[in-house]
């Protein structure tokens, strides 16, 4: 993912699949490299709250990927 806002950067995403009942659990991770003040600026930020609202759409969209017939 590139940001732009509050700092410039990218960051990688990783998936992890497994099997859960009839579906699949999907964990997402998202790891980056960060300077002292990118670090200090995450540790008072809330990033579940300034991205997450985009997380659940992509993890919707790719369940809906997943379950689409062909």
Do not use: R
């Not at 960060?34 to 540790?43: G, M, Q, S, Y």
């Amino acid at each position: 993912m590139d940001f732009v806002k509050p700092f410039e950067g990218t960051s990688n995403s990783d998936f992890a699949f497994k099997p859960e009942g009839d579906g699949t659990a999907v964990t997402w991770t998202m790891s980056a490299h960060h300077n002292f003040i990118e670090k200090a600026f995450c540790l008072v930020m809330n990033g579940k709250k300034m991205i997450g609202d985009d997380l659940e759409k992509g993890l919707a969209q790719m369940k809906a990927l997943a379950e689409q017939k062909s």
